[in-house]
């Protein structure tokens, strides 16, 4: 996007039209201490030698494919087919913006409807909006929608700590203005999540889960859900990785009532700090306390098929205080990718595609146990894992990041009894030779 600066009488012309008498008078809805009072140090140049200049900056990120990187802990390197970009930069679906006049705007809510339905199916749910701002965000709204189902009367959620670390920070800011109360769930030493202390917490409205969980391993959502159930709570499962979903049983068929998370790679490319995709999906009998939008399909007087913009429980739609979320319009675009991705790649290719991660995660897993690492979680895992690497492996750490690998990502400062762990993912993106590579260096 180019910027164009405005000229003094540009913004003397926008002030008088906005009533305005000078900038300072523009922000004074801002809280004094929430504003910048000094000069920005921006050193002038060229549009060609802030291009180079920001080049540079971009340089100093480890990206692939001049990195070989073994990181996903919430977002994850795919190969995205050739049809995504060529379709979503077609102007008729780029410019498209929220559907204002949602009954006039019938290629939007169709592109929604079917991006709903697509969605519903991986996650084996009933019903599916869009969309979330993110996968955290998604989880903290379902935990909240939770609360609304049992209508206020039970405030306490618990959520186990293998939900990625980012979205339990989330869930906890979404919180603290409330009286609600969140339980942290302890975790096995086979690294899943420890649910045999629900009983002793009163008050609970819904149990979250996520798998494949933080430390790559295949929770027991059955096993989580009819505790749930037989506690009178609600089983809330979320997911960093959508397509471990083409291997492995989806939430839905293990019982869970409300599933959510990151949809970044369903054909979005990954981009620190977002955009990205909550997915959210519920059974149908708990739909009218859904976040987010909700498209459904109809007919007209004359028998033709047509969409309709079903629920809208935002603040753009309803009055304000009734409003249950606060989402994205622009969301609408990765869902829209999202769509995309789904249907280009099918229900065959997926689970294709997700063996392929699979087989790749275990060849690497094998190969560094045998060059000596410890793997302390023995689960089932899709395409990440903990590794313990030797004390001291923070050295070699440094080395294998001049040298262009990045070895996952150290799990201490989320977890500090794990010294030495690292969290390593392989995506269908990773070569055999990278990873041999990877194991060569490790051990050298």
Not at 270 to 285: C, E
Not at 336 to 343: E, F, R, V
Not at 360 to 388: C, D, H, W
Request: charged share 20%; with cysteine.
């Amino acid at each position: 996007m180019r910027y164009l600066p405005h000229t003094s009488e540009d913004i003397a012309e926008m002030l008088k039209v906005a009533g305005a008498a000078d900038l300072d008078d523009l922000f004074s809805s801002i809280p004094d201490d929430c504003r910048f009072k000094g000069e920005l140090n921006l050193p002038e140049m060229t549009e060609w030698e802030l291009n180079s200049h920001m080049a540079d900056l971009a340089s100093q990120t480890a990206v692939m494919p001049e990195y070989k990187v073994f990181i996903g802990a919430g977002s994850y390197n795919h190969y995205i087919p050739a049809t995504i970009p060529y379709l979503i930069n077609r102007s008729e679906i780029s410019t498209a913006y929220t559907p204002y006049q949602p009954e006039i705007s019938q290629g939007t809510l169709q592109t929604i409807f079917e991006y709903q339905t697509l969605t519903a199916r991986l996650l084996g749910m009933e019903t599916a909006n869009a969309s979330m701002y993110d996968g955290a965000s998604a989880l903290a709204e379902a935990l909240l929608m939770a609360i609304r189902i049992e209508k206020g009367k039970k405030k306490t959620v618990a959520v186990s700590s293998l939900v990625h670390p980012m979205y339990r920070k989330a869930v906890e800011t979404y919180f603290t203005p409330t009286d609600f109360k969140i339980v942290e769930l302890p975790y096995l030493a086979d690294g899943t999540t420890d649910i045999s202390g629900l009983e002793k917490i009163g008050d609970l409205a819904a149990v979250a889960v996520q798998s494949p969980n933080f430390f790559g391993c295949i929770e027991n959502i059955k096993s989580a859900s009819d505790k749930a159930h037989n506690l009178n709570a609600l089983c809330v499962t979320c997911f960093t990785e959508p397509l471990a979903f083409g291997l492995i049983k989806n939430p839905g068929s293990q019982g869970a009532d409300i599933v959510c998370g990151e949809g970044q790679s369903m054909g979005i490319p990954q981009s620190f700090g977002g955009p990205g995709l909550g997915m959210f999906a519920s059974l149908n009998k708990y739909v009218r306390s859904m976040p987010g939008r909700l498209i459904g399909q109809t007919t007209d007087l004359d028998g033709k098929r047509g969409f309709v913009l079903t629920l809208a429980t935002r603040e753009q739609h309803i009055r304000r205080e009734k409003a249950t979320s606060n989402i994205c319009s622009n969301q609408g675009l990765c869902a829209t990718m999202s769509a995309m991705y789904m249907a280009s790649i099918g229900q065959t290719g997926i689970r294709q595609l997700a063996q392929i991660n699979h087989d790749k995660t275990e060849y690497l897993k094998s190969e560094l146990e045998k060059a000596g690492m410890q793997i302390p979680f023995k689960r089932a895992v899709f395409n990440e894992f903990v590794v313990k690497f030797p004390q001291g492996f923070e050295t070699k750490y440094k080395e294998l990041i001049k040298n262009k690998i990045v070895p996952g990502i150290p799990l201490e400062s989320y977890y500090p009894d794990l010294k030495d762990h690292y969290l390593l993912c392989a995506t269908e993106t990773i070569s055999k030779s990278d990873m041999d590579e990877l194991v060569k260096e490790v051990k050298s």
